[in-house]
């Protein structure tokens, strides 16, 4: 079974467009179907922290993505009930692997689910796999945005994660050249790259590369690493909630442009010690509860629907990003998490984010 007669689809997917049983806590149902495409040899890449990467350390033939089930599925199975049962869908997000047939089934795929289907369709592409002409042949098929998994923020972790560092063979200059090539056919706001915090980055690693990609037109949507069992990182530490709140809210202050550079400052480890941002934005931001939902694509309507419930964290552990707006008590612990009053305070820094940040200083927590 592989693609593009059969895709993987993620169990909350799968549970919304009733291919499996299941409830959703605090009713957080996904508006975003996530397919994903399979072979019997799964992905040829070899990153460190994924559970589909070729020379995993579990059990041969014992892989999982993001720790959960993605059953396989027959396309026209899948196709059906998006049309029959698929009410709540507001987008269809295909994902694909490296592998040498993936650029093709991923052309047939997005044919076969465009044609009957009004939802919009990203794909989260292979860079490895594209040129010029292959982005505008996959916009041309009908996919209106494009997902970029860069995931590393700096080009040291992107090589020690990715790369020849382990015996790989991706590309962090390749993949900056796909970025602004996809921006250019795309268009600016339809291309967007996934970081993951907690990969051996710093702070000062993420501001500069959600900056750089501010500046190319392509929004970033953080991702809170969570270890992949049996992966080579399956005892590396997820990023503390106090970290992953303060990005959060300075890539939100950072993208909408209510945070200039220099209101921004680092310490010796490159983490944020400062957060200089005018009270109220800061308020602004934190009562609209927009900076701590999930980063995801947005339906016709502009407002979000990939939401990927549950996507780095488990249904009773604190949210790492929201799937819907957050409540009350949500943003109350909210607050509690960021320690603000840690930012506010001036103190002397190594440096602010408008000075030149280099591609990668030690690995801050």
Not at 36 to 60: H, M
Not at 81 to 93: D, M, W, Y
């Amino acid at each position: 079974m592989h693609s593009p007669e059969y895709v993987s689809i993620s169990l909350a997917s799968a549970i919304a467009l009733r291919l499996r049983s299941g409830r959703f806590y605090r009713d957080a149902h996904p508006t975003c179907a996530n397919l994903l495409l399979t072979y019997p040899q799964t992905c040829l890449a070899n990153c460190a922290y994924c559970g589909l990467a070729r020379q995993r350390p579990g059990r041969a033939g014992d892989k999982s993505f993001i720790r959960v089930e993605w059953p396989i599925i027959p396309t026209s199975v899948v196709l059906d009930r998006l049309t029959r049962c698929g009410l709540g869908v507001r987008r269809v997000c295909l994902s694909m692997v490296t592998h040498g047939q993936a650029y093709r089934d991923t052309l047939d795929i997005v044919g076969r689910l465009k044609g009957p289907l009004d939802t919009p369709l990203s794909v989260l592409v292979a860079p490895n796999l594209f040129d010029r002409q292959r982005l505008a042949e996959l916009k041309a098929a009908g996919a209106d945005m494009i997902g970029i998994g860069l995931d590393a923020a700096s080009e040291k972790v992107f090589e020690l994660r990715r790369g020849q560092g382990v015996g790989g063979s991706l590309s962090w200059a390749s993949y900056w050249r796909v970025i602004e090539a996809a921006v250019a056919i795309f268009g600016s706001g339809k291309v967007n790259c996934h970081l993951v915090v907690g990969l051996g980055e710093t702070d000062a690693d993420l501001v500069a590369t959600i900056r750089r990609l501010k500046g190319l037109g392509a929004p970033a949507y953080l991702f809170s690493f969570y270890p992949e069992p049996d992966s080579r990182m399956a005892r590396a530490r997820r990023p503390s909630l106090v970290r992953w709140r303060r990005l959060q809210l300075a890539k939100h202050l950072l993208e909408g442009g209510r945070l200039a550079p220099e209101q921004l400052g680092f310490d010796d480890k490159g983490r944020i010690a400062r957060l200089d941002a005018r009270e109220e934005h800061l308020e602004a931001a934190i009562l609209s509860g927009l900076p701590f939902m999930t980063d995801g694509c947005p339906g016709e309507d502009g407002s979000l629907a990939c939401n990927r419930p549950f996507g780095s964290y488990r249904p009773g552990e604190p949210f790492r990003d929201f799937p819907f707006q957050p409540t009350d008590d949500d943003l109350r612990r909210i607050v509690r998490q960021l320690r603000l009053d840690e930012l506010l305070v001036r103190r002397p820094l190594v440096r602010a984010a408008s000075e030149s940040v280099p591609a990668y200083a030690s690995e801050g927590t």
